[in-house]
C-alpha cells in the first residue's frame, strides 16, 4: 500500500481549494462533569482549518477539560466532539492531532533522538526524525540524555516530538512561557506558517495580551462555558470596561444606560453599579445630575467583564 | 477573521492508521536498550538472587536426594523463582514512574494502543526475569552442588520462566494502582512474604495450619509447578493457585490500565 507522499503531508497545499474543507475541531452541546462538579456545561465551538485560535480563560475555567475531549484523552459526559470529521481516538491514530504540554511527557533516561525515534516509531507516516531534529534546531544534542536538557531545549524536543505526524490540528498548552521576545517572535511566525499550509492551531492561555498578539480568533471560556468569541480587537474592547459604584435610591436607570459606552445597570438596594467603557462620562452625570454619593470606579476584571457583559453571571 | 490565511481541505481518510495497533521493533528495542542500560536494574536482577541462592543453597542437607535431583537443584529452582519474580514485578512497576512523568498521557497522543504499551512492559519485564533465572542457574553450575538430569534443568528453567509472567503482571497491576515509587516499597517486602508462605524459602510442614493457608497464596502454585520436572510430584491444588492468581494478576493489570485510560 502506497500513499501518495501530498496526501501523507495533509497540511500541504494540495487539496482542491473548491471542495468545501471538513472543520478542523467541532465541539456540539458538550458537557463533562466530574461527579458533582460541572467543570463544561455545554460547549459548541467550530474550527476552520488553518485557523490559528486561542483558547482564553482563567484557571478552571474548562479549558484543560475541553482539550482533553477534543485529544480524546476523556469522554464528554454528553454532546459530540469531532476532528476533522472522526473521533479523536480515530484523528490520534492517523496523525492528525499533536499536542504540546508545558511540562513532562518526557522520559528522562531516553536520549533526545531515542525519543523522537520512539515517538516516530508509533505511526504510520512520519517525517524522516533527522529532519524534524533539524527543524527544531536539536540535532546538536540528539545525543544528549533528556534529563540534562535545558527546559528549553527540552521543549524544543516536545515541539519536534508533535511535528513528527505532521498534524492537521495542533494545541498547545500556554507555548510561550519562559520564552523570551525574540523567541516568541520566531515560534509565532513559524506557527503562522503552518497555519498558512492550513494546519490548525489552538493555544490555551491565561493572557489576554498573547491571545491578542497571535491569535486569529479568540475563543473565552470561563465556568465551563465560551462567553466571547472573535476577533482580537473585539474581545479587548468587551475587557476594558469599568465599573462605577454610587449609593443613589431611586436610581433612574434608563437614563444611565441612555450614556455613551454604558452596557449595563445594575440596582442592588440602595446602590446603582454601571458597567461602562467610559467611566468618566458616568461619573460626571452622576455627579453633576444625580444625588449620587460614595462614588467608586473599579477596572473590571477580563472575567468579571465578560461575565457582565454576556448576562452569565454564575453567582 | 481579519487575516486572510489559506484553508488547506485536508482529507483525513488519506492518513493511514500503523498496524499492530503501533507495535513495532524499534518501540522494543529502545525499551530493551533503556532497561539494560538502567545498570541498578541489571545488578539488583542478577546480583539479589545468585546471592539468595548461595546463601540458601548451602545447608548442610544440600546433598540430600530430591525427585530426579538433590536439595541445592531444589532450592536453585526456587531462588531462580523469586529472583525473577521480584525483577519481573520491579520492572512492572516501571508504568508508576512513567505515568507520573507523563509520559503515559504523551503516549495516549500518538497511536500506540494501550494494550500493546502493556504487552512491550511485561515483555521487558519478562526478559529481565529470564536474565535472573539465568544468572542463578548459571551460579548453580559453577557452585557444583545442585545436580539433576540436563532435561529438568531446562524444563525447570523453562517452567521459572513462564509462571513469572505472573509477576511481571502483579508489577503492572501495582505499577497502576500506586503512586509512584512507592509500588515498590509494597511490592518488595509483600514478595518475600509470600516466597515465605509459598515455600520458597523455607519448607513448610505439611498438613500445619499454616501450610493449608499458604496453599492458597501466590508464589505457591507457581513454585510448584517450577519444581516439578524435579520432584515429579504435582497437586491439583498447586495448579490450580497458579491458574487462579494469573487470572487475577492479568485481570487486574487490565482493569487497572482500563481505569487509567478513563481517568487521564
Known amino acids: 500500500m502506497t500513499t501518495p507522499r501530498a496526501l501523507v503531508r495533509g497540511a500541504s497545499t494540495t487539496g482542491a481549494p473548491s471542495v468545501p474543507a471538513v472543520p478542523a475541531v467541532r465541539l456540539a452541546g458538550v458537557t463533562k462533569d466530574f461527579g458533582p462538579v460541572h467543570a463544561v456545561r455545554g460547549i459548541d465551538l467550530e474550527l476552520q482549518q488553518g485557523?490559528?485560535?486561542?483558547?482564553?480563560?482563567?484557571?478552571?475555567?474548562?479549558?484543560?477539560?475541553?482539550?482533553?475531549?477534543?485529544?480524546g484523552l476523556s469522554r464528554p459526559t454528553s454532546g459530540t466532539?469531532?476532528?476533522?470529521?472522526?473521533?479523536?481516538?480515530?484523528?490520534?491514530?492517523?496523525?492528525?492531532?499533536?499536542?504540546?504540554?508545558?511540562?513532562?511527557g518526557l522520559l528522562k533516561d531516553l536520549t533526545v533522538r531515542e525519543t523522537v525515534r520512539y515517538t516516530a516509531s508509533l505511526f504510520a507516516d512520519t517525517r524522516p526524525v533527522d529532519e524534524v531534529l533539524e527543524n527544531a534546531g536539536i540535532t546538536a544534542i540528539a545525543d544528549r540524555k533528556v534529563a540534562k536538557c535545558s527546559g528549553g531545549e527540552q521543549q524544543r524536543l516536545r515541539f519536534a516530538m508533535a511535528l513528527l505526524s505532521d498534524p492537521a490540528l495542533l494545541l498547545l498548552d500556554e507555548p510561550t512561557t519562559g520564552m523570551d521576545v525574540e523567541g516568541r517572535r520566531t515560534f509565532w511566525s513559524a506557527i503562522r506558517a503552518d497555519a498558512e499550509r492550513g494546519r490548525t492551531i489552538l493555544f490555551a492561555t491565561h493572557y489576554l495580551e498573547e491571545a491578542d498578539q497571535y491569535a486569529d480568533r479568540i475563543v473565552l471560556i470561563s465556568h465551563g462555558r465560551i462567553v466571547a468569541d472573535g476577533t482580537g480587537a473585539q474581545i479587548k474592547a468587551l475587557a476594558s470596561g469599568r465599573t462605577v459604584r454610587a449609593t443613589l435610591p431611586g436610581a433612574d436607570t434608563s437614563a444611565l444606560a441612555a450614556i455613551d459606552g454604558v452596557t449595563g445597570v445594575e440596582v442592588r438596594g440602595d446602590a446603582v453599579l454601571v458597567h461602562t467603557k467610559d467611566s468618566d462620562a458616568v461619573a460626571r452625570h452622576l455627579l453633576t445630575r444625580t444625588s449620587a454619593r460614595d462614588l467608586e470606579i473599579t477596572a473590571q476584571g477580563l472575567e468579571q467583564a465578560f461575565l457582565s457583559l454576556t448576562g452569565e453571571d454564575d453567582a | 477573521?481579519?487575516?486572510?490565511?489559506?484553508?488547506?481541505?485536508?482529507?483525513?481518510?488519506?492518513?493511514?492508521?500503523?498496524?499492530?495497533?503501533?507495535?513495532?521493533?524499534?518501540?522494543?528495542?529502545?525499551?530493551?536498550r533503556r532497561m539494560l542500560r538502567n545498570r541498578r536494574t541489571v545488578v539488583f536482577a542478577m546480583l539479589f538472587p545468585a546471592a539468595l541462592f548461595l546463601s540458601f543453597g548451602s545447608t548442610s542437607d544440600w546433598d540430600e536426594s530430591v525427585g530426579h535431583g538433590n536439595v541445592a537443584a531444589y532450592v536453585m529452582v526456587s531462588m531462580a523463582l523469586y529472583g525473577a519474580a521480584l525483577t519481573a514485578a520491579s520492572a512492572g512497576t516501571q508504568v508508576a514512574l512513567?505515568?507520573?512523568?507523563?509520559?503515559?498521557?504523551?503516549?495516549?497522543?500518538?497511536?500506540?494502543?494501550?494494550?500493546?504499551?502493556?504487552?512491550?512492559?511485561?515483555?521487558?519485564?519478562?526478559?529481565?526475569?529470564?536474565l535472573a533465572i539465568a544468572v542463578v542457574n548459571l551460579v548453580g553450575v559453577l557452585q557444583g552442588k545442585p545436580e539433576m538430569p540436563v532435561d529438568v534443568w531446562v524444563e525447570c528453567a523453562l517452567l521459572t520462566l513462564a509462571c513469572t509472567s505472573v509477576?511481571?503482571?502483579?508489577?503492572?497491576?501495582?505499577?497502576?494502582?500506586?503512586?509512584?515509587?512507592?509500588?515498590?516499597q509494597v511490592l518488595g517486602p509483600g514478595l518475600a512474604l509470600l516466597s515465605f508462605l509459598g515455600n520458597v524459602f523455607i519448607p513448610i510442614d505439611e498438613g500445619s495450619w499454616i501450610y493449608t493457608i499458604a496453599q492458597w497464596t501466590p508464589m505457591y502454585g507457581v513454585a510448584e509447578i517450577c519444581r516439578y520436572p524435579l520432584t515429579g510430584d504435582l497437586t491439583w491444588i498447586a495448579v490450580v493457585n497458579a491458574a487462579l492468581w494469573l487470572a487475577v494478576f492479568v485481570g487486574g493489570a487490565a482493569w487497572a490500565m482500563a481505569r487509567d485510560t478513563a481517568r487521564v
Open chain 2, 98 to 130: 512513567e505515568r507520573a512523568m507523563g509520559w503515559s498521557r504523551q503516549l495516549r497522543l500518538t497511536p500506540l494502543n494501550a494494550a500493546v504499551y502493556i504487552v512491550v512492559k511485561a515483555i521487558i519485564a519478562l526478559v529481565l526475569g529470564a
Open chain 1, 81 to 104: 466532539t469531532q476532528v476533522l470529521g472522526l473521533a479523536p481516538r480515530h484523528a490520534i491514530a492517523r496523525g492528525l492531532v499533536s499536542a504540546v504540554m508545558q511540562t513532562g
Open chain 2, 167 to 184: 509477576f511481571a503482571a502483579l508489577g503492572l497491576c501495582a505499577g497502576y494502582l500506586l503512586p509512584g515509587e512507592n509500588a515498590m
Open chain 2, 1 to 32: 477573521m481579519s487575516t486572510t490565511t489559506f484553508r488547506g481541505s485536508i482529507d483525513p481518510t488519506a492518513r493511514r492508521v500503523p498496524p499492530l495497533g503501533g507495535f513495532n521493533p524499534t518501540l522494543l528495542g529502545i525499551e530493551l
Open chain 1, 51 to 71: 485557523e490559528i485560535v486561542a483558547f482564553l480563560g482563567p484557571n478552571g475555567a474548562g479549558k484543560t477539560t475541553t482539550i482533553d475531549m477534543v485529544l
